[in-house]
């Protein structure tokens, strides 16, 4: 009988978080994941076609809070539009220091910036 696990998807999302800020993006793999999560790895591939589109997803999740929580100032006035936009982009900033900060995920993310840009978008 085949094991189930709940929220898959939130347990490999997680799991990639974790590990690239513990071992950085070169050391994080599909596999790695998968191993963590008690996977195979076509069950990641399930979900995610690639190493790159799991970090994407994310990433995008919390691009998607960070602009949450820039509206929550919307009906601020503008001085406090603006530091509340500055807070909520220093914290995604930090957030993903390490995958910002990684020259591996730079070279990878170069090649791929405009399709990846699109889904921040």
């Not at 950085?24 to 596999?31: C, K, M």
């Not at 020259?103 to 791929?112: H, L, P, Y």
């Amino acid at each position: 009988m085949p094991k189930i696990i709940e929220n898959v998807r939130e347990l490999l999302l997680e799991t990639a978080k974790k590990q690239i800020e513990e071992r950085g993006y070169a050391n994080t793999t599909i596999r790695s994941v998968a191993g963590e999560c008690g996977l195979a790895v076509g069950t990641v591939y399930n979900y995610f076609k690639s190493k790159d589109m799991l970090i994407a997803t994310f990433m995008l999740e919390d691009w998607r809070e960070c602009l949450d929580e820039m509206k929550r100032y919307a009906s601020s006035d503008s001085k406090a539009v603006l530091k509340g936009i500055s807070i909520s982009l220093k914290e995604f900033m930090q957030k993903h220091q390490v995958l910002f900060s990684d020259a591996d995920a730079a070279k990878v993310f170069a090649t791929v910036f405009s399709e990846r840009h699109k889904q921040l978008r």
